[in-house]
């Protein structure tokens, strides 16, 4: 099964912070992706990346940016966090050949900014 | 830019009752559907997807997902549901040869024992 680790699953940071969330996938999955989750909006897409240092914006880009140096990791950066940022950070990957079969998610980070 | 939209945001059953959950997209053409399921404390899991032929399918755990064409539905069905199935439900759709899935907001199913 492939499985896409996120690095912590829960995370309290201050306003201000530079927040680092890993995600990493042993499936040698060429497509990444992080969703954020927000009760009642569902998963809204943050930026994805197709190919090592590919990046693209997604819907809701504004005060993320996120770094693919490495085929299996995708990071997501939060520059300053803000309490609006306060969420569940959903990271997601699925193989070139496979995009219209759907992702496989990672677990999770539920990340809190005080 | 294509959206999906879930028709309710709260079901609550009780275990033996039919469980039909609506889904409706916006998307100027070919699709791929899905529909996930997250589980309490879970991560999100495939349970079906669409993407080609007949138009029903069926996925994990006796669900069973109708695509209408003309009415851009993908509607969530299972005859008789079990405690187990409390959860909550995303349909999701992408262009036919689009990477990215756009999301619903989910709905929330609650059965009671």
């Known amino acids: 099964d492939v499985k896409v680790t996120q690095s912590s699953r829960y995370l309290v940071k201050r306003t201000g912070e530079k927040v680092f969330l890993e995600c990493v996938q042993d499936?040698?999955?060429?497509?990444m992706f992080w969703y954020r989750q927000d009760p009642g909006l569902g998963l809204r897409l943050i930026y994805f990346?197709?190919?090592?240092?590919?990046?693209e914006k997604g819907d809701i880009p504004e005060g993320y940016s996120v770094s693919r140096e490495k085929k299996e990791r995708f990071s997501l950066i939060l520059e300053s966090a803000s309490t609006n940022q306060t969420s569940m950070y959903l990271c997601?990957?699925?193989?070139?050949?496979?995009?219209?079969?759907?992702?496989?998610f990672g677990s999770g980070t539920r990340l809190t900014v005080v | 830019a294509q959206s999906v939209s879930q028709h309710n945001h709260h079901v609550i059953l009780s275990e033996a009752a039919s469980l039909e959950l609506g889904c409706n997209y916006s998307?100027?053409?070919?699709?791929?559907l899905f529909w996930y399921v997250q589980y309490p404390g879970q991560h999100l899991q495939l349970l079906l997807k669409?993407?080609?032929?007949?138009?029903l399918v069926k996925g994990i755990k006796g669900f069973e997902a109708e695509f209408i064409k003309s009415k851009f539905s993908f509607n969530l069905r299972k005859p008789s549901v079990q405690w187990s199935d409390t959860a909550e439900y995303f349909c999701?759709?992408?262009?036919?040869?689009?990477?990215?899935?756009?999301f619903g907001a989910g709905t929330t199913v609650t059965v009671r024992a």
């Open positions: 997601a990957s699925s193989a070139y050949s496979d995009r219209i079969y759907g992702y496989t």
């Open positions: 499936m040698d999955h060429e497509n």
């Open positions: 990346s197709y190919d090592v240092k590919m990046k």
């Open positions: 998307y100027g053409g070919t699709v791929n």
């Open positions: 669409y993407f080609s032929g007949d138009p």
């Open positions: 999701a759709v992408s262009g036919a040869n689009d990477y990215k899935l756009s």
